[in-house]
């Protein structure tokens, strides 16, 4: 009976044990389980998962590691978060840059492109660089070559392209990005790649603006070399002909101050049009009758017109509700004069000079020289029935410093800044000028001013 009682209770005794012993190895595989089923998530990037809801105890090691793979999951949260931000930003950066960004891998295929190197390439919108090779992108073969030479030897490419239909001028810097990773095998086992960066600089209007820079100071040397080498000779023989022939040295002081008069218009010309091209003249718009403006500006050279036996006549309208023009009537009447003056000096005796002012609407369809202008309009035109202007100067004529050959209109030339004047102050009302003109049989030079619109 005894031995009975003690079988019984060892029996139950192991069976207690066995049943306790199952539970917390259930209790520790069920939070081992957990903890894995975490870090597995953490692992495909789940950083929101935590196990602050599960019930892994506090003093034991599965607490220690329930603290620790939080911490993790936290800190892994914050990096992703800064990495995540500053590649925004660094996206944002590349995409507001000016100049083009091209990225590729050590295969020379594009892996990223900004939208200035796509509008340097002038690539369509639905066109997707990323996955095709440089060459398919670029479409240049220079730019290829330059790629290529950076991946085979590691070294900065730099060079002056001209690439696609308008030969943009671009500098090219093609620069290599060493890449290192792990490859497995021994500890610090490396390999290495190299994948590069492309910067495309933009440099068609820089060059434009040098080309013109140097046009000019070319343009203004010439202009001044001629008098000056006049008034200097002219003072040489003056000296010699002073006391033996007292005419002949006043006829050189009139030449001398005629040359003297040319300098000065040139130099007053050229300080209204770097005043006008500089913002420094401000216009002071008002409503304005156009038709009086007109009417004044003949009157002025009337006299001027007759003297060279040519008709100034006005054709202005004369109905009442004519619209008034928002316009500077000082400037405006400076452009009428330049252009009237012109037109005086390449008609021939007997010509015939015809001002008109007219509403006119502006649109893209009905006058493509000013498509750029819409809105209510008024046009003026100066008509004459000179010796014209030949074909390839015409879209010329508005430059600074150039000059209708004179041995084709058998006129005395100006400056050559009048027009140009005439064309940055119709600009700054809003305004378009333009020239038409069938060489021998006359030109007609035409521009508008914005309507006055009544508050």
Known sequence: MVW??????????????????????????????????????????????????????????????????????????????????????????????????????????????????????????DFQPEGRTFMQVVRDYEMNTLLHNTLETGQEQVQLLEIGLHRPQLQVKITP????????????????GRSVLVVLQDLTELSRLERVRRDFVANISHELRTPLAS?????????????????????????????????????????????????????NLRATDLRQVVEQSAERLRAQAQRHGLQLVTATGGEDSFPLALADPERVSQVLINLIHNAIKFTSYGGRITLIVEKFRLSPNENPKSAHTEGDKLLLRVCDTGVGIPPEDLNRVFERFYKVDKARTGAEAGTGLGLAIAKHIIHAHGGEIWAESEFGYGSTFSFTIPVFAIP
């Not at 019984?8 to 044990?17: H, N």
């Not at 500053?86 to 892996?111: F, H, P, W, Y």
């Open 177 to 192: 990005i060493e890449e290192e990773w792990g490859r497995g095998g021994e500890a610090g086992e490396r390999s290495q």
């Open 4 to 125: 009975q009682t003690f079988t019984l209770i060892f029996i139950t005794a192991v069976v207690s044990g066995g049943l306790t012993a199952l539970f917390f190895h259930w209790r520790t595989i069920r939070r081992i389980r957990q903890v894995s089923f975490l870090l597995k998530k953490l692992a495909m990037g789940d950083l929101e998962q935590s196990l602050q809801n599960f019930n892994l105890g506090d003093g034991d090691e599965l607490g220690q590691l329930r603290h620790a793979v939080n911490q993790l999951a936290a800190e892994l949260r914050s990096i992703i978060q800064r990495i995540s931000a500053e590649r925004n930003t660094m996206a944002t950066l590349l995409q507001k840059m000016t100049d083009g960004i091209i990225s590729t891998d050590a295969d020379g295929m594009v892996t990223g492109i900004n939208d200035a190197a796509r509008q340097i390439l002038a690539l369509p919108p």
């Open 231 to 283: 008034i200097k000779l002219m003072t040489e023989t003056l000296y010699a002909v002073l006391e033996d022939d007292p005419q002949a040295a006043r006829d050189f002081l009139d030449r001398i101050d005629t040359e003297i008069d040319s300098l000065t218009q040139l130099v007053r010309e050229l300080l209204e049009l770097s005043r006008i091209e500089s913002g420094q003249v401000k216009l």
